[in-house]
């Protein structure tokens, strides 16, 4: 009987794709000598190669009734050669292939005498497995199918690899989200299809704001957490044709499918946003994080992905330097204007310990004497061939690329310096202010215990300089952040909370770091003496700060009319272009000299 099988075997190897090396030589052979089947040596070898082939084969009739096995099909199935012989071959069905799917294969077998691909199929022992199977239909001289011949191997390891290297070619492993590859082909058949179809799409640019740190002051497993915890609240804000992605580090991006207009974008760049607002719990941190993100339209900002890639980056960019927790969508002056962030590296690094930064400082006055008793120190930045950089362009730059701490050093060494010259010609208990960065507060290589020394040096009073904080530092109540500002406050500096009222603005916190004062943003003063409600809310704020015992610095005041609602409000403090604009230290001199001449 095996002989026969053999027979079938060597009839039907001619029509077989699947070629096995090491037995197709020995198939030639015997086919050639097919008139010549008797030659019982030939077909011992022919049978001996059959049965202990490495590759599964089955042969089955007309009918589809097994009629031989091989070694190899035992142990891939588990199936001795009695189980199965003169079963049907549903016997290994592994139930995950419908009734289309082997009509298609019948199909095709009828047609073209043969079938290749891959089946899902079941072990005895119930396990299932993958089988790559190519099947031969055997005709007689009529032309009729009287057998089939099936060899199979299980690709099962080989397969589960691929898709192993697949996902890491195509998917970021912190969070399994597509990754840069991947996201940029999908972008490219998307705007394929919105070319084609006269589609809207807006692509999203998402940067994590003050995360670069994280890293180096808690870890990289909580780093790690972060993100990932991230990608789960993206995931919730998007439909699920649309495109999200994590292109590396702390960048995601998300690409809206057919939108049906710019306000779709909006709403969703708003609802990214809200997303993050909500804490994040890990062990004993509570940390906060908000986005800045940009956002392009396609066909409007560019057809290109790359292009319309740049242009949200460019818009990320200008959200995160107008203040972050925000979205900007793309414009054309963004292009214009912007410096290659690439640059600003690259020359920041350069100008390092530079005489390219300088200070200026805008006098703040004491609404009660009219006498200019403080100043905010403000860093400044002239290149040799770029010119003026706005520091609202590197500061955050500096924050990214681990620059803050030397810039916010020296910042604070200059006006260190520079107050206790003004001390002693002008005021003796004058006092600068320098403002100071979240990432200072948690970098531990931002030695803040220096300062205090330093101080002491100068033989200064550490009330000489006050501290200007964001919201940012308090809402990240991290142990390294608390305990600095505890430290600092023990040791008599004073600190300000910068842009009150613009964030997430919280009673616990003034209290808790024990805040010396509060500086109303000046988005509240600009139509403070025209607008009721900013009336109310200044006028609140200084009540609520009194009661506290905090002084109120209010900022942006550029008119009489601001200047004189201040003051029947009681406000302690006043900064702005109507006292007068940040200027050298050789000039803010001259407004010492005449102190107190301004508001009189």
Known sequence: MRLFHLHLICLAKEQCPLRLSSLDNLFNAVSDNSKESDNTDLINITSSAFFHSSVAMTITSH???????????????????????????????????????????????????????????????????????TINAITNSAGEITHYCSIFADITERKAAEEAICRLTYNDPLTDLPNRRAFMERLEDTLSIARQD??????????????????????????????????????????????????????????????????????????????????????????????????????????????LLKHADQAMYHAKFSGRNKFSFFDVSMAQHALNKTEIVKHLRNSMGSDQFSIHYQPIVNLETGMIDKAESLLRWTHPELGFISPDEFIPIAEDIGLICELGDWVFRQSASQVKSWQEKYIENFQLSINISPKQFQNESCDLEEWIDFLSQKALSNKAISLEITEGVMMNEGSLTEQRLGMLKHA???????????????????????????????????????????????????????????KVIAEGVENEAQLNFLKSVGCDYAQGYWFSKPVPGHDFELLLSKNGIQIH
Not at 79 to 103: A, M, T
């Open 63 to 133: 009918d589809n009734k097994i009629m031989a096995v091989n070694t190899a099909f035992t142990e891939i199935t588990g199936f001795e050669e009695d189980d199965i012989v003169g079963k049907n071959p549903r016997v290994l069905s592994s139930g995950k292939h419908d009734k289309q799917f082997y009509q298609e294969m019948w199909t095709a077998l009828s047609r073209d005498k043969k079938w290749s691909g891959e089946i899902w199929n079941k072990r005895k022992d119930g396990e299932l497995f993958l089988e790559w199977i």
């Open 492 to 550: 008599g500096i004073e600190i300000s909370l910068d842009n009150f009222g613009t964030g997430y603005s919280s009673l616990a916190y003034l209290k808790k770091l024990n805040v010396d004062y509060l500086k109303i943003d000046r988005t509240f003063i600009q139509n403070i003496h025209i607008n009721l409600d900013d009336q109310v809310m200044c006028e609140a704020i200084v009540v609520m700060a009194h009661k506290l015992k905090i």
């Open 198 to 307: 006269n589609q809207l799409c807006a692509i999203l640019f998402l940067d994590l704001d003050n995360f670069k740190d994280i890293n180096d002051t808690l870890g990289h497993d909580v780093g790690d957490a972060v993100i990932k915890e991230t990608a789960l609240r993206l995931k919730t804000c998007i439909r699920e044709d649309d495109l999200i992605a994590r292109l590396g580090g702390d960048e995601f991006t998300v690409c809206l499918l057919d939108i049906t207009s710019v306000d779709d974008a909006s709403t969703v760049a708003q609802k990214l946003l809200d997303a993050m607002a909500s804490p994040f719990i890990l062990g004993e941190e509570r940390l906060y994080f908000s986005f800045s993100i940009g956002i392009a339209l396609y066909p409007e900002h560019g057809e290109s992905t790359q292009e």
